[in-house]
């Protein structure tokens, strides 16, 4: 009797479905120290991580947590601040940005006229939702319309649309993004600029002092407000400013202020890289593509609104104004320029690209490789200071692997 009520529950065992684990083990080079590391996945979340038997010969790529990119308008042809922005464009364009590594990112808009960023904000808002890409997008950059309007200082961005803070306006904005704007980018000098960036802090918005020419007291009162990022540091300046008074030093010398720098080797030079990064520390940098929707594209002219760009291989250019209108590269392109520039370790060179970012926005489960984080990870090589990426995983799934 024993025995058949023994086989009666193993019978019955048998038909209890169990949840299948997929164990996958990835082996490498660890960015932190380049010594070799071996990298489980379990349910989209790393569950291991551990040294390979010494006798083991793995595969020469280092392994890193995918990159997180702050500020980026747009990719392969879709700009996210565009009139004909989909919520397939954004799908096209998440899944082109991991094959450049960039595991999570914030689709960036910019000052344009209100009903489009309204009408973009709830496209991107939508297309958040999707289970397949909406992991890689926690939230959302407005870059303006509060912004300095003078010439040089506002950058590519088209006057007219300027505008002062407005606090209901803004709230608007968020509605149509469906509380998704995590970041925004403003002018400290403008009128009604300090008490819109405490409102802003107080709502949870990360506020980010860019296209300016405010004073250092001026500064100073954002930062007591709440600011504490400097959106792409020695860009969206004026050419010519005064040596000792002006936006720059300020923002360099407060150690309240992260500054976030494309690093493209072309919206800085070296010397401005190498400067940036020994006075902020490799803690406070974080380095952003800035890139438009023309990145990815064949080099060219090309009509975007009201507006003639032109694409180099290399970055792009309003040829009127002959200023920068944009990076033409993933910001994995700005991590070879920092092992370049500054001769960093590529432990520091990833912090700036994904770990510091993780940790500003408290994207707690992101930016580094430890148990119990969330799988995003990258495999890669470095070829004359250049990465290429191998293999890109989002929530512990192959989204990506190179031909």
């Known amino acids: 009797m024993k025995f058949l009520t023994l086989c009666f529950i193993f019978i019955l ?147 007219k649309y300027i505008r002062k803070p407005n606090w209901k306006e803004f709230q608007e904005l968020q509605e149509a993004a469906e509380n998704g704007i995590k970041l925004i980018t403003v002018a400290p000098e403008i009128d009604g600029a300090i008490p819109f960036i405490r409102k802003c802090v107080e709502s949870g918005v990360v506020v980010s002092l860019g296209h300016h020419n405010g004073s250092a007291e001026q500064i100073q009162l954002a930062v007591d407000a709440g600011a504490k990022m400097g959106t792409h540091l020695g860009n969206g300046c004026a050419n010519e400013i005064n040596r000792h008074h002006n936006p720059i030093w300020p923002q360099l010398s407060n150690d309240a202020i992260t500054v976030s720098i494309i690093a493209d080797g072309f919206h800085l030079t070296q010397e401005e890289v190498r400067t940036f990064y020994k006075a902020k520390g490799v803690e406070n940098t974080i380095l952003v593509s800035d890139a438009l929707d023309l990145a990815g594209l064949p080099p060219g002219e090309y009509v975007r609104g009201e507006r003639k760009l032109v694409l180099t291989p290399d970055v792009v250019k309003l040829p009127k104004e002959n200023v920068l209108a944009g990076a033409a590269s993933p910001i994995s392109k700005c991590v070879g320029v920092m092992l370049d520039y500054t001769g960093c370790s590529l432990k520091n060179a990833i912090q700036m690209a994904s770990t510091n970012p993780a940790r500003l926005f408290s994207l707690y489960g992101l930016g580094e490789i430890e148990v119990g984080k969330q799988a995003d990870l990258i495999l890669f090589s470095i070829e004359d200071n250049q990465v290429v990426i191998k293999q890109t995983y989002v929530d512990g799934k192959l989204v990506y692997k190179q031909d």
């Open 13 to 159: 065992a048998l038909m209890i479905p169990i949840e299948s684990v997929d164990t996958i083990t990835l082996h490498g080079i660890s960015y932190l120290d380049e010594n070799p590391v071996l990298v489980s996945l379990e349910n989209g979340k790393i569950s291991a991580v551990e040294q390979p038997n010494q006798n083991t010969d793995g595969p020469d790529v280092y392994i890193a947590p995918g990159l997180i990119d702050v500020q980026i308008n747009g990719y392969v042809g879709v700009d996210f601040s565009g009139p004909d922005l989909t919520v397939e464009g954004v799908i096209k364009a998440t899944k082109a940005l991991w094959k450049a590594g960039v595991t999570t990112y914030f689709p960036t808009i910019i000052t344009s006229d209100l009903d489009r960023i309204k009408k973009n904000f709830a496209i991107l808002a939508e297309a958040r939702k999707n289970p397949e890409i909406g992991r890689s997008i926690p939230g959302f950059h407005l870059e303006g319309p509060y912004i300095s309007p003078l010439a040089g200082f506002r950058g590519a961005h088209l006057e």
